[in-house]
């Protein structure tokens, strides 16, 4: 068995051998800035490299459970893998070109030849760049702009690599286990500064993203929005004469939970209504199963969000509501389609999104602002409680009784019924306090407590896709205990955790290196001979 093993890893190795020199013929079958002592030098590299596997495989291996022998043929094929990515760096030569001229039409003459460093997947290379400068002028090295040479020395592999973890991950795990597993060094440091390049460019990928395939949206457009707190560095603070003349210790009883800041989620999807009853939803909300079931055709099509979009904010309510109105936009350009807005009582968001929406000129188009009906629901929870206790058995009955009632839309029969009974009893000041302030909700936000136009329009009258948001996005990576942030830091995060949610990382990706490449390397015109211009 061990010999047949052996056997099967030589015709490998051969095949690689055989399958790497037909390319190299190709390869050379054009003018190559390589000269032939070069060229040997890296196919050598390369045998030896291959030489190295066969002798563990047939050897060393050998004398190792299963763990040691990947673990080091894992090393070996990442050697011969930066063996490789050498050569084809090498045949680029070091990008000699005919004539640059810059962005002010000057023409630049070759100057020197620079060194590169970049850390590729495989490991560190070193590369050789022909520099064309003159005074006054910015430097410009052609060979950066063909091979999309990274500003950064991290490869754009690599950084995708490592990014997408940072989404799920805090950065010392994530640079900790590519260093571990790849050999190399990833900096902490390097990589929060591409998540801030990288996530700034959120708004600009969003706006230049297809939209959604008609055939896959639905009739109806939702938009949810909601706050999650996100615990700051203290340097966020801002500097008042208040805060200098504050003693350094806390005072006996204070709290530490130090400074937070909003972080405004928001999410747009579309879907297809579907009427319900107040009796169905009733059962659902008290989590009983109906003695028997009512039958929804296609049911699974309906109110179901399609194509979510979701996003977090920490420079406030307006930017946050405007980066999504603008995604309804492009969502529906014609603006046909009616908008339902779902919220969870907050009057300063209500407030802000109806300013918004008047701002953007798409006020006529919302057709019901919806009070999540679980918010509503803690309410009619805390003031069963108030009425009977947390124990009694006629705390469930008379929720069941006046959650069915808020559902039909009868508010004021259950505010009038709050205050009967506020009036009729005698109760602790605690339990009148707690229905004061259901009575106070009820009243507050009784204009966006239709639920019978709701349920009978078909639509969603619960926030659980903006609660889900504000979770899974903000609160399960940018607030765990012990993390603080900078706002830039932490809306980097959020964008680029955003853009993972959305299922858009990897076109997320490409524009931002393709976008990189422009920044970089736009600004100046290079014209090539016929032929490849040996540097040496």
């Avoid at 457009?221 to 560095?233: F, H, N, S």
């Amino acid at each position: 068995m061990v010999l047949m093993y052996i056997d099967i890893v030589n015709i490998l190795c051969r095949h690689i051998k055989c399958k790497e020199e037909s390319v190299m013929v190709e390869a050379l079958a054009f003018d190559s800035p390589l000269s032939t002592n070069e060229l040997g030098i890296l196919r050598q590299r390369q045998e030896d490299v291959l030489s190295h596997i066969r002798a563990f495989v047939q050897g060393a291996a050998l004398g190792l459970d299963l763990y040691g022998v990947e673990k080091e043929l894992f090393r070996l094929v990442l050697e011969y893998g930066r063996a490789m990515l050498g050569e084809v760096i090498g045949r680029h030569g070091t990008g000699k070109v005919d004539l640059v001229v810059n962005a002010s039409g000057q023409m630049l003459p070759y100057h020197n030849d620079r060194e590169a460093t970049y850390l590729s997947i495989f490991g560190l290379l070193k590369i050789k760049r022909a520099n064309y400068w003159r005074k006054d002028s910015e430097g410009v090295c052609p060979l950066d702009a063909h091979i999309n040479l990274p500003q950064r020395r991290y490869s754009y592999l690599l950084d995708d690599w490592t990014q997408s973890t940072i989404t799920e991950e805090p950065f010392e795990k994530a640079v900790e286990r590519f260093s571990k597993i790849l050999g190399i060094p990833v900096s902490k440091l390097g990589q929060e500064s591409v998540a801030k390049e990288a996530g700034a460019k959120f708004d600009a990928f969003y706006q230049q993203k297809a939209t959604f395939d008609e055939k896959t949206e639905g009739s109806h457009i939702c938009i949810q929005a909601d706050g999650k707190g996100v615990r700051m560095v203290s340097s966020e603070k801002p500097e008042t004469a208040e805060a200098k003349e504050k003693p350094a210790r806390r005072g006996k009883g204070e709290k530490s939970g130090g400074l937070r800041r909003m972080a405004t989620a928001t999410a747009d999807f579309t879907f297809n209504p579907q009427t319900r009853t107040p009796e169905e939803l009733v059962r659902l909300l008290m989590r009983e199963s109906p003695h028997e079931p009512t039958v929804i055709e296609d049911e699974e099509k309906s109110r179901i969000a399609l194509n979510t979009t979701v996003a977090a904010s920490m420079a406030g309510k307006q930017v946050a509501i405007d980066a999504m109105l603008e995604r309804v936009r492009r969502r529906d350009p014609g603006g046909k389609k009616k908008i339902v807005a779902l919220m969870d009582g907050d009057p300063a968001l209500e407030e802000m999104m109806v300013a918004r929406l008047h701002a953007g000129g798409m006020l006529h188009r919302i057709d019901a602002v919806i009070l999540d009906i679980m918010h509503a629901m803690e309410y009619l929870w805390d003031a069963g409680t108030a009425l009977f206790g947390e124990k009694s058995r006629e705390r469930v009955p008379w929720v069941r009784k006046h959650a069915l009632e808020l559902l039909k839309g009868n508010v004021g029969y259950v505010i009038g019924g709050l205050r009967i009974a506020l009036a009729k009893r005698t109760l602790t000041a605690t339990r009148i306090n707690a229905l004061n302030r259901s009575i106070t909700y009820f009243e507050n936000h009784k204009h966006m407590m239709k639920y019978d136009e709701y349920l009978a329009e078909g639509y969603q009258v619960a926030t659980g896709i903006i609660e889900g948001t504000c979770g899974s996005l903000v609160k399960d990576r940018a607030d765990r205990s012990g993390s603080r942030w900078s706002s830039i830091g932490v809306q980097a995060v959020l964008n680029e955790r955003a853009v993972m949610k959305n299922g858009d990382w990897d076109a997320f990706w490409s524009y931002h290196m393709k976008t990189e490449n422009q920044r970089l390397y736009g600004h100046f015109t290079i014209k090539r001979s016929p032929k490849n211009i040996n540097p040496n």
